[in-house]
């Protein structure tokens, strides 16, 4: 579905922000992107939607080279939502922001309606449907943005820092949005530095630093490897650190508290 | 700390507490705040910014001299101190934050922790008996959120200067806040010691998040498997778990 080829890309100023990256989604993925600020993953993520051409090397997206797609074309195939959701807010209404994309893919009138409507429920936004995007607090506009995105169905759903100012009921249901995608057979990618919220979705994570992919597998397997965390700078999750420190363990990390429950009062971590 | 959903009023409290309200913004107010046993609204925002340091969210907001030095030296700069005093506060909050070093780099050059850092010393020269920090660790990676973390209960321990932070991540601040306050719409909700905030059952309910080890902890105590006792890390819940052989 996503493949970049040996991507190298180098800013106006010299800086190279991707160094020889190569990296293969296929279809109905679940992806999570970490490492510390500047190590690319945002100019990774523009890379996919054909923002940001590479300067040497390959980005194709469902077959096509993204040199020769237009963004509008890519745009129907990969939906990404922002980590600053002001710089993709414009519209005078919330209802007219969701439709205006929708409208612009050639939907009919009905059908933008529903989808509007559907979306505004599911991110809790009804009471606003009238607002200016503008009087939305930041977790909001966040979830507007996703809406806004979702409601067109892309292929490839990018999410950059998406829990960023999200209480844990947003996150929660966040999650649960990600879930929803991923058993609708969508590629879904994450960019986040919120690896407590990132492990119960239990994602394949691709680590970046300086510009380069140095860590790249299951998190089960990946996020046990605390050589490569602290190196790439990138927090062990609680339940992981807490298992690795117990006496006696089950084969696999804890997915959940309950997980990890059930495991120590069945006597099992006591030698 | 003070968390809460978003917009429940937690940014309304922390310009009531610098003095924006009720001196810049207009409306209604009734009640009185005092900082440092005086009235906020009795006092002028000159008297206020010597007192109560206020970090934004992003440092690029406050941050925006062509060195680090000028940039801290900022808000003295502003109230008229005289240059060899000047001179030795700024140096002085360079090296509690360890960022002496940096003193003649532009600061558009530096990463987001080290911004984050110059910010700091600019509040911190100002030798305020408080310090608010808004959301500090949001744009942070986890690691350098947590050094930032550290860096704020060491200033604690160290100059005596209270901090009032509102963060949503509960997980980095457990070990080093006193106190909790919950708000929700516009009413303070909770409030306790970060185990008692944090162990009872309604701080979920008011979208704090509870960190999963603490969610682990409360099972096993609600089992009767381990005490409640202290909010514990994951290394010290596993050891305890070794002790209950």
């Known amino acids: 579905m996503i493949e970049l080829k040996e991507v190298t890309f180098v800013h106006q100023n010299g800086v190279r922000a991707l160094d020889d990256v190569s990296l293969r989604i296929e279809s109905g993925e679940t992806v999570a992107v970490v490492g510390e600020n500047g190590a ?49 807010l414009f519209s005078e209404s919330v209802e007219e922001e969701m439709a205006f994309a929708l409208r612009n893919f050639g939907f009919s009138p009905e ?28 977790g909001e506009k966040k979830r507007l943005t996703l809406a806004c995105i979702l409601a067109w169905d892309p292929e490839v759903v990018i999410l950059d820092e998406p829990t960023v100012g999200q209480d844990s009921i947003q996150k929660e249901k966040l999650a649960g949005t990600i879930r929803m995608l991923r058993s609708a057979g969508k590629t ?84 | 700390m003070l968390a809460g959903p978003s917009g429940c009023g937690k940014s309304t409290l922390l310009r009531a507490v610098n003095g924006l309200i009720p001196h ?82 532009a600061p558009h050059e530096l990463s987001d922790g080290q911004k984050q850092r110059v910010a700091l010393a600019g509040v911190l020269a100002m030798r305020p008996k408080l310090v608010i920090l808004d959301e500090p660790t949001s744009l942070l990676d986890p690691r350098t959120a947590a050094e930032l973390v550290a860096l704020v209960a060491k200033l604690r321990r160290e100059l005596g200067t209270t901090f009032l932070v509102v963060e949503h991540r509960l997980d980095l601040l457990v070990k080093v806040a006193d106190r909790v306050v919950v708000m929700s719409d516009g009413a303070k909700v909770l409030e306790g010691t970060p185990a008692e905030v944090l162990f009872g059952d309604e701080a979920e309910a008011y979208g704090v998040a509870v960190p999963a080890i603490t969610e682990v902890q409360k099972m096993l105590a609600r089992d009767g498997v381990l005490p409640q006792g202290e909010l514990m890390t994951p290394v010290e819940l596993a050891q305890k778990m070794r002790g209950t052989a």
Not at chain 1, 43 to 53: A, D, I, P, R
Not at chain 2, 83 to 98: H, I, K, P, S, T
């Open chain 1, 40 to 88: 690319g993953k945002t100019t990774l993520v523009k890379h996919v939607t054909g923002l940001l051409k590479p300067t040497s090397g390959t980005v194709m997206v469902d077959g096509q080279d993204t040199r020769n797609t237009s963004t509008a074309k890519l745009s129907r195939k990969v939906g990404v939502a922002f980590q600053n959701p002001d710089h993709q």
């Open chain 1, 111 to 138: 059908v933008v309606e529903n989808r509007v409507s559907w979306g505004l429920e599911l991110f809790g936004l009804e009471e606003y449907r009238k607002s200016s995007p503008l009087v939305l607090s930041g």
């Open chain 1, 188 to 271: 879904v990618v994450v960019v986040s530095h919120d690896i407590e919220f990132l492990w119960p979705v239990q994602p394949r994570v691709v680590v970046m630093k300086a510009g380069r992919v140095v860590g790249d597998g299951p998190a089960s397997t990946l996020m046990l490897d605390e050589g490569l965390l602290a190196s790439a700078r990138v927090a062990q999750p609680q339940l992981v650190a807490f298992y690795r420190s117990l006496p006696r363990r089950p084969e696999r990390p804890f997915v959940d508290p309950l997980e990890a429950r059930r495991w120590l009062e069945a006597g099992r971590a006591v030698p």
């Open chain 2, 24 to 105: 810049m913004y207009s409306g209604e107010y009734e009640g009185d705040v005092k900082v440092d046993g005086a009235s906020v609204k009795e006092s002028t925002m000159r008297e206020l910014a010597q007192k109560v340091g206020f970090l934004f969210q992003n440092p690029e907001n406050q941050i925006f001299m062509f060195t680090v030095e000028r940039d801290v030296a900022f808000g003295l700069e502003n109230l008229g101190v005289a240059r060899g005093e000047m001179r030795q506060r700024v140096d002085e909050a360079m090296d509690l934050l360890g960022i002496g070093e940096l003193a003649l780099r």
